[in-house]
Structures are given as C-alpha cells and as structure tokens.
C-alpha cells in the first residue's frame, strides 16, 4: 500500500492515527499542498478529488477521503477496533467525528482559506479570525456533547480510542495554531491529552512526519 | 422513533431518501433553521450540535449527523442495502458521498452564508458566488470520479441506489437554487435523473415536505 499525505493535513492525520495504532505500515509518499500539489495532473489521476490524503491498494485501487479510509481500514484491520460494536455506540462515535470532518475543517482548510481572500477581500487577520469561529462553534458543540454524557470515558467514547479521537487531535493542533482559548474545552481538552499520551497518537503529529517544515 | 428536519436540509433530505428506500416511518418533527429553532433551548437538549437532522429512539437516545444516521439506518435495517458489500466498494460510495457531505455542503450552508455577510461583508450576490464557487470544486470532482469509471452504472456506485446518491441529490437541488451550469456535469446529472425517478428519492424532496416553503 501507498499512502499519499502531507505533514499538516488534519484528513492525512486522523489516518496516520489510524495505521499507527493497527499497524497498518504502508510507502509513504508526500503531496505539498502550499505549493499545489495535489492538483499536478500526477496526483489528480491518483485522486481526482485532488485532496490528501488517499490510500492506494497494491492492486492499484485508489482510496479517498479519510473518513471512508477510516472505515476501510476498521473493515479490513478489525484489531484493535476503532468504532464500537453496537450500532447506538457506532452512531454516536460517527457523529462525533463528523463535528471536525464536516462542520470544522472544511470550512477552515487552505482552499477555503486561500478563496476567502482572493474572491471576499480577507487579509490574514480576517482569515484567522474565520478559522477560530468555526473551530469555536464546532468545538462548542464536541464539548456540549461530550461533557457529561454516560459513555465520555478516557476518551471521547469509553476508555479505547476511537475516529472520534483521531478527527479531534488534528483539529485541536489547527486550533493551536489560530490561537483558539482551548480551556473554554475541557473535556475536549482532557481527552486531546490522554490521545497524545498513547504512541500511535504521538507519533502521527505534523511535527514528526519526514516532510514536516519549521 | 423521531425524525426532526427541515424541508430545505440537505442533510435531512439524505436521511428522508434512506427511510424511505428502507421503509422506516418515524413521527416528523420540524426544526424551522431560518427562524432560528435549530439553536432554542428546547432543540439543544436534543441536539447539543443544534445542526438538523436529528433521531430519536424510542429509548430517548438521539442520534445526529446524517451520514452517520444513514449508516445507523444500514445496520439495523439492512434491506434494501445503501452500501455494497466489499471494503473497496463501500470505500468507494463513502468518498462520493464525502464530497457533497464534507466538501461541498459545509461550506454553502445557511450558517456559513450568513457569516460571510456579517463578518466578511458579503451581499447577496457575493455569498451566491461563494456557493456557486464551492459547488463547482465538488462537482468537478464527483464528475471525475464517476465518469468513465468501472464500476459507475445506473447509479453512483452500480445499479441500486447507495449512501453516494443520497448525499448528491440534495446537493443538486441546492446548485439549482444559486444558479450553477450543471451542463458541466452530465455523468453527475444522469445519476441525478436515474434517482429521482426513484420513489423515495422524489418522495424526500423539499418540496414535497409537510413543513415546505415557496
């Protein structure tokens, strides 16, 4: 197998989570999104969704999309389990999950990013400022949800690491980065860090990826 | 069980498509997002996402997210299927589905529209581009994913309606509204003709809701 990635990419995070922790080690290959990468005619024909990351099989089948590799690599490497096995526990896994995947970092990623100041104007406090809203709201909703509730355990889900876990890391490195307040989160917070306590988590960081830059 | 959505949602209209693919008969309840109800009191205690759709259980567990409702809906009432049965396969309607769902329809959504006009002085006319923008990305990419593809055939993914379909669907419905050229797209938009002359993919339209609007 061939995983494309790119060091700062949340999408390519949550799977290299996903590897790490069921051993799961492919060729390691690397797209540049600052310098356009990911939509050279090369990469458009292993993805034409021109985003990383993507998972190529040895028969040459190209995967997209981290959420659905998450689910493939849970289907095709079931130890250990990153979903539960009842289907309310899966539901509400999913759901978490999908606050960053679908409500946060599409909206705040380097294309949206990039397009808020071409086509509306926005200088680089204003795009800032666009990222920690959404980071906000979505974050505000992650908290709501796993403040209290009867199955928050070590981890956003019981005490094993979940999707969930591994779509919240990689925002909360992005929320770092725009300068969130993180403690108005602190059972999301108090999960993040007993994530970064286990290895597959640790090692999946941008910092420590072979093309990771300063 | 209990379905809150809202006639115009994309990702309630996906989940309406499956229920009735499925032949699942929830109590309806509406969630008026121009008005606001999605964030009262009353509906974050149901959905602390204040995001619709939303199912509730007979047991009281709600559950949010339609693609993870959709999923829900697939492992407890597995007939007719909305997934194919290998990895790739399932892999592969997962990624499709993802582009309107994560690519597409956070961006262009009622909350972000609005945002682009209070924070970032957008008019009518600019969040419509903006809209148009981001439609096109995802179209240009499910187009190229789809045409020409093997495994492509009546449907997004084989002859039988799958979760891919049902988040594309809506999507098409939203181009219509801001006025996208969706002759660009004519693997897409045969795919969207071959669904809506599906019952319960005609049945689920805005249109066609007890809660519909003009």
């Not at 355990?153 to 992005?174: E, K, Y």
């Not at 917070?189 to 830059?213: G, L, N």
Request: a neutral charge; one cysteine or more.
């Amino acid at each position: 197998m061939k995983f494309y990635g790119y060091f700062r990419s949340s999408a390519a995070f949550r799977v290299r989570i996903a590897m790490n922790l069921k051993g799961v080690a492919p060729e390691f290959a690397f797209i540049h999104l600052r310098r356009q990468e990911q939509v050279a005619p090369a990469y458009t024909r292993v993805n034409p969704q021109q985003l990383v990351p993507a998972l190529v099989l040895d028969d040459g089948t190209a995967l997209a999309q981290s959420l659905a590799i998450l689910e493939y690599l849970e289907e095709t490497h079931p130890e250990p389990p990153i979903l539960p096995r009842d289907p309310v526990g899966r539901a509400r896994v999913r759901s978490l999950a999908m606050i960053p995947a679908c409500e946060i970092h599409p909206i705040q990623n380097l294309r949206v990013l990039g397009y808020l100041g071409t086509a509306c104007g926005q200088d680089e406090a204003g795009k800032q400022a666009w990222a920690r809203h959404w980071i906000d709201v979505g974050f505000t909703a992650y908290e709501a949800s796993v403040a209290g509730h009867p199955q928050t355990g070590r981890f956003s889900h019981g005490d094993a690491p979940t999707i969930a876990d591994m779509c919240l890391v990689p925002q909360v490195f992005n929320a770092r980065r725009f300068g969130n307040d993180l403690t108005r989160y602190p059972t999301l917070m108090r999960i993040f860090e007993a994530c970064m306590a286990v290895p597959a988590f640790d090692q999946a960081q941008p910092a420590k990826q072979p093309d990771a830059e300063a």
